[in-house]
């Protein structure tokens, strides 16, 4: 069965600073994987994904992630935060259907 | 071009009464998803459509929930009787249907139901 874990309910980041929000995932076969993020009163917005090719994905708003296979992997990064990127973050695993993480509330201080 | 379009927004209701919740995907987007979404949680998958056919109702508790997507366009969700639990956000997704587990999923902006 697939899952995908995201370990830290909350990060909080100064303003400038590199960001990471942790996603590790379980599945049988090739793993899809995703990051969405919802802004309060919002639906999910999607930011990238990882089908095949190069480890590290590139997405919008700067954002990217590395998947990672031996450590199953795909942490979402973002070289320096903005205030406008507090959202909850959320990684997400297909290979039958769209498995979400419980979400990662990020806050970025000014 | 235009996002997902749901209807309502929020919705109160009692307990016991039926509820309705719509859906207008992407242009040229064959596959349609509802999910729920509960506070604190990621969403989960309620239902799968390929244009009008529902290819995954396996996590819609049937006895009081009911979907239909007529002419493989819009779609409608239903809840009939509403029970306290079913308080969430109703979320609905589009994506092209070229390749179920690929494709990006869009997602609507939700229906969140408060039930009294």
């Known amino acids: 069965a697939q899952s995908v874990a995201q370990p830290e309910d909350q990060v909080n980041v100064a303003e400038g600073n590199p960001l990471t929000v942790k996603c590790t995932y379980s599945?049988?076969?090739?793993?899809?994987l995703f990051w969405y993020v919802q802004y309060p009163n919002r639906g999910l917005q999607f930011l990238l994904k990882y089908i095949t090719g190069d480890n590290l994905v590139k997405g919008s708003y700067g954002f990217e992630a590395e998947f990672n296979k031996s450590q199953t992997s795909f942490h979402l990064k973002k070289p320096s935060a903005l205030v406008s990127d507090s959202a909850l973050y959320f990684c997400?695993?297909?290979?039958?259907?769209?498995?979400f993480g419980q979400g990662t509330e990020l806050s970025v201080k000014p | 071009e235009a996002g997902v379009v749901q209807s309502p927004r929020y919705k109160i209701i009692e307990k016991k009464q039926p509820v309705a919740f719509w859906c207008n995907p992407i242009?040229?987007?064959?596959?349609l998803y509802w999910y729920r979404q509960n506070l604190g949680q990621g969403p989960e998958l309620l239902i799968r459509?390929?244009?009008?056919?529902?290819?995954?109702d396996s996590q819609l508790p049937k006895d009081r929930f009911s979907a239909e997507r007529l002419k493989g366009v819009d779609s409608t969700l239903k809840i009939q009787p509403a029970e306290l639990g079913d308080s969430a956000v109703y979320l609905c997704?589009?994506?092209?249907?070229?390749?179920?587990?690929?494709?990006?999923?869009?997602f609507g902006p939700g229906t969140r139901l408060t039930v009294l």
């Open positions: 242009s040229g987007h064959n596959t």
């Open positions: 997400a695993v297909t290979g039958g259907k769209l498995i």
């Open positions: 459509y390929e244009n009008e056919e529902a290819v995954d």
């Open positions: 599945v049988s076969g090739n793993p899809y």
């Open positions: 997704a589009s994506s092209l249907g070229q390749y179920y587990s690929t494709d990006t999923q869009y």
